[in-house]
């Protein structure tokens, strides 16, 4: 079960998407995260991040460094999200990507990946 919910993507250009999800009220991450306050926690906030970069660079990848990341809102059940990514022309397979909930900057930084091997 995937635990939120892509309602829409649209790409912007060759190197900017956009997409947009909701986090199911009963995502595993919810779980003791924190009893009766229930936020997203990061690590998850950064899966939802590589999920929008697979998606607009087509390709099978995994995270080799994330930088300058920073969580400022916090990210609740039900919460409608924008995730937006644009791939970095100043850095070979890095992305900038911003959560966005409501008109509120919940997470922004940068993302540096690589191809799975198989």
């Given at each position: 079960m995937k635990w939120y919910s892509l309602v829409k993507a649209d790409r912007l250009s060759s190197n900017e998407i956009i997409m947009y999800a909701e986090v199911l009220p009963d995502?595993?991450?919810f779980s003791g995260h924190f009893p009766g306050e229930p936020i997203?926690?990061?690590?998850?906030?950064?899966?939802?991040?590589?999920?929008?970069?697979?998606?607009?660079?087509?390709?099978?990848l995994k995270i080799s460094g994330i930088r300058k990341v920073?969580?400022?809102?916090?990210?609740?059940p039900n919460n409608k999200i924008g995730?937006?990514?644009?791939?970095?022309?100043?850095?070979?397979?890095s992305y900038s990507f911003r959560?966005?909930?409501?008109?509120?900057?919940?997470?922004?930084?940068?993302m540096t990946v690589e191809e799975l091997e198989h």
């Open positions: 995502s595993p991450w997203l926690p990061g690590i998850a906030q950064l899966e939802m991040a590589l999920d929008g970069i697979k998606r607009l660079s087509k390709k099978d920073r969580f400022k809102q916090f990210i609740r995730i937006k990514i644009a791939l970095r022309k100043e850095e070979v397979l959560i966005m909930v409501g008109e509120e900057m919940a997470c922004n930084g940068i």
